[in-house]
């Protein structure tokens, strides 16, 4: 930590650019786990027509919320205590 | 992914960043839009494609796929909805 | 897009080498996937030998092309009108 | 992941490279605490949760999701230790 | 994977950036067989070594171990070929 | 190869840094899939209670190394005369 005082800004700039970048990736894969792990709760694997039909839309907001939660609660078990976005 | 969901507050930026930073939003999400091409696929081929007799897709296989991947694009963008509004603080009303 | 045309040369070099990484990147992953589903979908469990008999090598030959079949059917759902290579 | 366990030989090298390293190093770190996040969510998340008739947690799924997370936790910490040994050359008693 | 199956028209392109294009290429080609080898190690473990009473492989997961590698890489070579077939545009004769 | 000669010697730096980057990429990849399969054969799932008992940990240790043997095995077939780390 103390190293950084006498890195040059342009490092600096470089790491910002890469904390953000990471933290957009953890974005990306937040929603695309999300996504995969609602649809092998909700949809049914038979696929008899291409609409989601009523059950499985109320599944599918049901899904969403309590995956928030569960990131949430296991985001307060690691220690950090910033929400999951 | 949408765009509004990786990078809110680039206006605050200066010019410059503003133009990398924005580079950088943009190669996340042709990577991501390939990814997902490719996990679509395979989902799909996984739960539709089961008979190995003949080397081309069945009429059944074929209606199958097309079913699996329509869901999977509009529970993706359901899921984007409801996710968009958990960020902005929206409480999702129950039942 | 507008923005691209007062960007200086070398971030557009910087972006085309971008995409054709990600092009590549793309094309190692449906391999992979590709061959771990035909593993999947052809090989038996047990591992009683370490050849592949005849029944194996033509459910591979199958699974190929019916995995590129899929991969070009979706591609058309999604707007692409590109092959999937 | 332990920072040990990512490179062991640093000092040998010249000042500039050493701090370059450092910085890959650390990106690996932060990304892949963030993937076990991700993937702690997403594994407890699918073990403990089945019901999807309210849009909130109920007590016991709660539980669930915590001695999941809790035994990930532990057991990662134990197989780094393991781990490390191995790679120390140290031997594993058996019993 | 093979080189030839990443990018085929790099003849075409001016010196300074073919090598960088092939610095790339071989970057990928690194990253891949080394993702292989470890999604290898995993599929082969999961599928012959159940049973945690002892801390050494006995000679009957070894085996298992030993066959489950090599039919992954036989399988891997063969869709290897059709893959690039398919990519010529050669059509697989059904039978 | 031969290429290589002729090369500046920032492009090889470039490249010593790039091959590192994937060296670690491999450790931390095999790390998690250590950890996360062990898991899966080691934990009972329906989390009873959030301490590991005598019988996980003993599963662990040997789950440890018996996947250190097996990415050893795979490694001399795989034709590489050097250990997983």
Redesign the interface.
Known sequence: MA?NDN?PPA?DK??I???????????????????????????E?R??????NMG????????????????N???Q??GSNRPP? | MDKNLLGGDLDSLPEEDKQKMSAIIDQLQIRDSLRMYNSLVERCFTDCVDNFWRKSLGKQEETCVRHCAEKFLKLSMRVGMRFAELNQGVEIPDQ
């Open positions: 190293a890195m490092m470089e790491q650019f890469g904390m953000a970048e990471k933290e957009m990736e953890y974005r990306v894969e937040l929603f695309n786990k999300l996504t995969h792990t609602c649809f092998n709760k909700c949809i694997k696929y008899k027509e291409s609409e989601l499985e839309n109320s599944c599918i907001d049901r899904c969403v919320s309590k995956y928030w939660q569960v990131t609660l296991i985001g078990l690691l976005m």
